[in-house]
């Protein structure tokens, strides 16, 4: 069963402006005393639509410099570094009593016409059974129906591919048109399953160990958004690993639609130590 409510999910995307250039925004309800990055990266996306207009998000870069926890307020001061017709940017700063829990660097950019001809390629999706053929598993932080290729288990302790890939849709309702809310929904979903995916090639450790034998934390995270999609409608989300040394992992992904259309790309670093005694 979810640890969360996508309704709840959907309610931390409703920013209030306190003041001018200041904003606030709910987190998520759970039996957990950190803020999930998920959110702060939904958050940072339902930002760059708020502060500028006839835009979306082209690409976020953030970093997470100290845990932030859920029963505290949340303010996010955006600055508005640059608007221009087509592209405009945004630097948004999140802070829990003046000390700052999370940095972002929006690129925003207006719909243009269709490509033309010629001028467009993508590489093709991974090879991956229809989602009916993945395996049905709960990730827990993602509240909507995802499926795993092959079933591949980030709690096991046995040495793996560095490779993870699943299926996930939004099947009990029809979201609503705003891409903003199906681009801050994809983003959420990307920050759960790369430290699991970093530590599959390690025999005896997994991500079931994170809180016990390793100490886990997400520190930069940067996507890329190419193409329009729905998150009501199947994507594929495939990820690898290609580094584990210094205590930093590094994972990168892709999401693709139904129709193998390549939809947007991330990468994420995160920290990964031995807890003394664990």
């Not at 990055?37 to 760059?48: D, K, W, Y």
């Not at 307020?73 to 009593?97: D, K, M, N």
């Not at 059974?129 to 046995?158: F, S, Y």
């Not at 210094?246 to 031995?274: K, N």
Request: overall charge negative; hydrophobic content about 40%; some cysteine.
């Amino acid at each position: 069963m979810a640890l969360i409510a996508l309704d709840d999910l959907l309610g931390c995307l409703e920013m209030r402006e306190l003041r001018p250039g200041v904003w606030t925004g709910p987190s998520l309800e759970m039996d957990y005393p950190r803020v999930f990055g998920g959110q702060l990266l939904a958050q940072a996306v339902a930002l760059g639509a708020a502060t500028t207009e006839g835009k979306t998000v082209k690409s976020l870069s953030c970093l997470f410099p100290r845990e932030a926890r859920r029963t505290e307020p949340l303010e996010f001061e955006v600055e508005e570094t640059q608007t221009g017709r087509t592209f405009a940017v945004r630097r948004i700063r999140a802070s829990q009593q003046h000390k700052t829990v999370f940095v972002a660097l929006l690129s925003m950019h207006a719909p243009e016409p269709g490509t033309p001809p010629g001028l467009e390629h993508q590489d093709p999706a991974p090879e991956a059974p229809e989602p009916g053929e993945a395996v049905e598993v709960d990730l827990n932080m993602i509240p909507w129906a995802t499926r795993v290729v092959d079933g591949a288990d980030l709690r096991a302790k046995q040495r793996g591919p560095a490779d993870f890939a699943f299926w996930t849709r939004v099947s009990d309702r029809r979201l609503p048109d705003d891409f903003t809310v199906h681009q801050a929904l994809l983003a959420h979903a990307t920050d759960l399953t790369v430290v699991g995916t970093v530590l599959r090639p390690v025999e005896g450790i997994s991500q079931a160990d994170a809180g016990h034998r390793l100490h886990t934390a997400v520190t930069s995270h940067t996507m890329w958004f190419h193409r329009p999609f729905r998150v009501d409608e199947w994507c594929l989300v495939a990820q690898h690993s290609p580094s584990l040394a210094g205590g930093r992992g590094f994972g990168q992904g892709h999401a693709f639609d139904a129709g193998g259309a390549l939809v947007a790309s991330f990468g994420q670093e995160c920290m990964i130590r031995p807890i003394a005694g664990g």
